[in-house]
């Protein structure tokens, strides 16, 4: 079919933006000191890192608190869960999240619960949306720690974090309130200190920046157990010599993505195009999983489609140009269906049929049109061989 290349798979990871390569691999042959080393070349180091912490904490609006550098969202997400569910045991053993969450933040929670901590899982509605009066009669006095997703991987669905936190508040000032943002940053507007999110997860891949590197921003009133011990590194809560280039490269695609933020709302023209004109050709036969084409992030969408498998899809259009994924990509190499999907009662006629898009701000209206008709080409070839 071609050699054509249209990567729609950005929730999953995203290609590294020139620019922020060219900076990474600067850094790792010229400015490769150890930001613990008192000589220049570690000076520099660590003025590296302070650069890129003071910018990413000025991004996310806040002045104060602290902002501590990871290898990514899962061991962000582990930090900030594991560390106040330990620190605070003592305080409660009440935990609180959504069914909907990221494997990197389900996982903990029920790891904590094998370990005796009451954990309450929020329901979510057919668009994935939780019920703010179920979260505030879920809030006890034993409650510890809630964590709410800001963006949903599979479905793009925006959860009222904002709200939720001001209503944790409300009801308790005891419980930290943490967002897994990494599927926001960068992309939407996030401003935890003012909403009164304690602590917020990043990851660089996210956003055209390299892997292994993302970071937890951490509010002044929240204190951590840590999951490591050594060197002292970042607060004493991530020992370590920090991945400088990593670092460093987060910084240059965060900044990039910033300025370039308003082209992510253009992508909502983009988003609808491809779902009409594949509803218009497939009908019913194709559903939209989540939120209206409006509601949810332009950049990601989630379609259901009747009578076909999604990995059988997900290979044919492959080979076809057209890269998507189905559900999150840290989980969809595994057996099993979506807790997403599952948790939004999606009927499974159309369940083992979803297929996840992921857009970016590098894509075209003619790319997008070309993955459209791949799209629908693929499934009516296999609807027609399914018939056989």
């Not at 939407?188 to 590197?213: N, Y």
């Not at 939004?344 to 970016?360: N, Q």
Request: with cysteine; charged share 25%.
């Amino acid at each position: 079919m071609g050699s054509r290349k249209i990567y729609l798979d950005n929730s999953a990871t995203t290609k590294v933006d020139k620019e922020v390569a060219d900076v990474v691999y600067k850094i790792m042959t010229e400015g490769y000191g150890n930001p613990s080393s008192l000589h220049g070349l570690g000076v520099t180091a660590e003025d590296n890192i302070t650069k890129v912490r003071s910018f990413l904490m000025k991004a996310l609006k806040a002045s104060q608190g602290e902002l501590i550098f990871t290898s990514g969202g899962t061991e962000a997400n582990n930090l900030a869960i594991r560390g106040v569910a330990y620190r605070e045991n003592r305080q409660g053993n009440h935990l609180i999240t959504t069914e909907v969450e990221h494997p990197s933040v389900l996982e903990v929670f029920n790891s904590l619960e094998d370990q005796g901590y009451q954990v309450t899982y929020l329901p979510v509605d057919h668009k994935g949306i939780i019920d703010l009066y179920q979260l505030q009669q879920a809030v006890n006095d034993d409650t510890i720690l809630v964590s709410i997703q800001a963006v949903n991987n599979e479905t793009g669905t925006i959860q009222p974090v904002k709200e939720a936190a001001k209503l944790v508040k409300d009801v308790s000032h005891k419980p930290v309130f943490h967002c897994d943002a990494v599927q926001a940053v960068g992309k939407i507007e996030l401003a935890p200190e003012d909403w009164g999110i304690d602590l917020l997860t990043v990851s660089a891949h996210k956003f055209h920046g390299p892997k292994g590197v993302g970071s937890l921003y951490i509010s002044p009133r929240t204190r951590l157990k840590p999951l490591f011990y050594g060197g002292g590194q970042e607060q004493d809560l991530r020992p370590g010599t920090e991945n400088v280039p990593g670092i460093t490269g987060m910084g240059k695609a965060l900044e990039k993505m910033l300025k370039n933020r308003e082209q992510f709302k253009e992508l909502y023209s983009l988003k609808k195009h491809l779902y009409d004109k594949i509803t218009l050709k497939l009908g019913n036969e194709v559903m939209l999983i989540g939120p209206e084409i409006q509601e949810g992030v332009p950049y990601i969408m989630s379609l259901a489609f009747s009578g076909v498998k999604a990995e059988v899809m997900i290979h044919a259009l492959e080979k076809r140009g057209v890269y998507v994924s189905a559900g999150s990509a840290c989980t969809s190499n595994k057996e099993g269906e979506s807790h997403v999907l599952k948790a939004m009662k999606i009927p499974d006629d159309f369940r083992e049929g979803t297929i996840r898009l992921s857009f970016s701000y590098h894509h075209t209206m003619d790319e997008i049109d070309y993955a459209a008709d791949q799209v629908i080409g693929v499934y009516q070839e296999l609807k027609q061989y399914g018939r056989r």
